[in-house]
């Protein structure tokens, strides 16, 4: 499952968002800020694997450990 880092032109605000798997990108993204549908993900930041499929903290969680 991968993570992208979208960032909207509109208001600034920069978010995660992840596409689970077996299924496709969104086309549009809307911004949870200013509802905006122009997020685009930011090209500079390679999606990252979602922290349950990450082996380097042992698959948990990164916020509470488990």
Known sequence: ?????IKCPD??????G???E???KPRV???SQ??????QIMAD???E???FECTENGGGCLCCGR
């Open 34 to 39: 200013c509802k905006s549908e122009r997020p």
């Open 18 to 20: 992840m596409v689970m």
């Open 22 to 24: 077996g299924t496709r």
């Open 49 to 51: 694997p979602h922290p």
């Open 11 to 16: 208001c600034g605000h920069v978010f995660r």
């Open 29 to 31: 993204w809307v911004c």
């Open 45 to 47: 930041r390679p999606a």
């Open 1 to 5: 499952m991968p993570v992208y880092t």
